[in-house]
């Protein structure tokens, strides 16, 4: 009832609200249980060559460290607009930043998935990179 009246958030309010301890791990439990989209790449193939060119992450990610369930089919359907302009943002990042950590590469994916538009699509996204970050 919270998805079809107000989106990923509500759930995640509900979730939270109702199994407070153990919130993370039950919104996981939860997305991965409703969740009926493709499952998404945080590391395209192009980002994947942007990172094993890069000065300071070459090597230290696979292209299946990161892989997220889209909420539903919409949301992630092969190489959409929205997916190639992500990829774009994040290979630009990585050339403008040659000297980047893992840390500050992390914190700048967790600031795209964070977006209204990625945490529509990827509910679990997020969280799946805020465990790795800390």
Same mark, same amino acid.
């Given at each position: 009832?919270?998805?079809?009246?107000?989106?990923?958030?509500?759930?995640? $309010?509900?979730?939270?609200? *109702?199994?407070?301890? $153990?919130?993370?791990?039950?919104?996981?439990?939860?997305?991965?249980?409703?969740? *009926?989209?493709?499952?998404?790449?945080?590391? +395209?193939?192009?980002?994947m060559r942007?990172?094993?060119?890069?000065?300071?992450?070459?090597?230290?990610?696979?292209?299946?460290?990161?892989?997220?369930?889209a909420l539903?089919?919409?949301?992630?359907?092969?190489? @959409? *607009?929205?997916?190639?302009?992500?990829? *774009?943002?994040?290979?630009?990042?990585?050339?403008?930043? @040659?000297?980047?950590?893992?840390?500050?590469?992390?914190?700048?994916?967790?600031?795209?998935? +964070?977006?209204?538009?990625?945490? @529509?699509r990827f509910?679990?996204?997020?969280?799946?990179?805020?465990?790795?970050?800390?």
């Open positions: 009832e919270a998805l079809e009246a107000g989106g990923a958030e509500a759930v995640e $309010q509900f979730v939270r609200n *109702t199994v407070t301890d $153990q919130a993370d791990e039950a919104l996981g439990f939860v997305w991965d249980s409703i969740s *009926t989209g493709q499952r998404h790449h945080v590391f +395209s193939d192009k980002i942007a990172l094993n060119a890069h000065e300071t992450l070459k090597g230290l990610f696979e292209r299946n460290d990161f892989i997220v369930k539903d089919e919409i949301s992630h359907r092969g190489y @959409q *607009t929205w997916h190639r302009a992500y990829d *774009t943002d994040v290979v630009k990042w990585l050339l403008d930043n @040659q000297w980047a950590s893992a840390e500050e590469f992390l914190e700048m994916l967790k600031e795209m998935y +964070s977006s209204e538009d990625m945490l @529509q509910p679990n996204a997020l969280r799946a990179l805020e465990k790795v970050a800390k």
